[in-house]
């Protein structure tokens, strides 16, 4: 699911890339409306998360103006304005939500996944530049072709790419399976062979002695 996250300050923006990212979203940043407009003009997106006061303008009369241009995409403030006439012109505005700073990151996402359930969207997450997964369907997307795959394969290759170092055998068991239901290495071998042979050899690299490791373009 595709996100594009409006706000001015780098650091509450990495924070929030890396948690949104670790969760599977697919997140592009913009630091002000210009940037914004750009991305917005090039691709679609399932929510915006957009601050307020921003360079080149404010955020609620943007989403005023995308609101004018039938553009629909459920929309979330996250804003250190918090008076009530705050809350009120951001819902006029056309917002679904409002998130007052400072906040949890598990409050983003409990109000992410009302918006998802609410809208009814999607599972699809991007792996890579060219490889996408829906993990609702168990479609494996890689230039534009489309492979099932198990569930187990998905988990695994979610669990590589989510976490960024090489991942040993072990690790991968007691997170994917259940206690009682341990794999050998060579299950998890071939798991990882099935990926390769969609995905590319390149990018699951064997850690010699160690486990595998997902490497991003």
């Known amino acids: 699911m595709k996100i594009l996250l409006l706000e001015d300050d780098p650091l509450i923006s990495e924070i929030i ?3 949104l990212r670790s969760s599977g979203y697919i997140v592009d ?14 691709l679609d997106y399932d929510i915006y998360l957009f601050d307020v006061n921003i360079p ?20 979330i403030f996250i804003t250190a304005l918090n008076g009530i006439e705050d ?11 409002y998130i007052k700073k400072p906040f949890e990151l598990d409050e ?3 109000r992410l ?6 809208y009814n969207l999607g599972t699809e997450i991007r792996i890579d530049e060219n490889i996408t997964l829906d993990q609702e369907r168990l479609i494996l997307e890689v230039n534009n072709e489309k492979r099932h795959i198990r569930d187990k394969e998905s988990q695994i290759l979610r669990y590589l790419v989510n976490h960024k170092k090489t991942i040993s055998n072990d690790e991968l068991s007691t997170s994917i399976w259940d206690y009682d239901e341990q794999p050998s290495d060579a299950t998890i071998r071939t798991y990882i062979k099935n990926l390769r ?4 050899k390149e990018k699951i690299k064997t850690v010699k002695g160690v486990g595998y490791r997902f490497i991003e373009s």
């Open 17 to 19: 890339i890396e948690r």
């Open 29 to 42: 940043y913009a630091f002000d409306i210009l940037e914004a407009q750009k991305f917005i003009q090039k």
């Open 56 to 75: 080149n303008g404010n955020g609620f009369d943007f989403l005023e103006y995308l609101r004018s241009n039938e553009d629909k995409t459920p929309t």
């Open 87 to 97: 809350v009120k012109n951001a819902f006029r505005s056309g917002c679904d939500d």
């Open 108 to 110: 983003l996402e409990v």
């Open 113 to 118: 996944e009302n918006i998802k359930r609410l």
């Open 197 to 200: 042979a969609i995905i590319g």
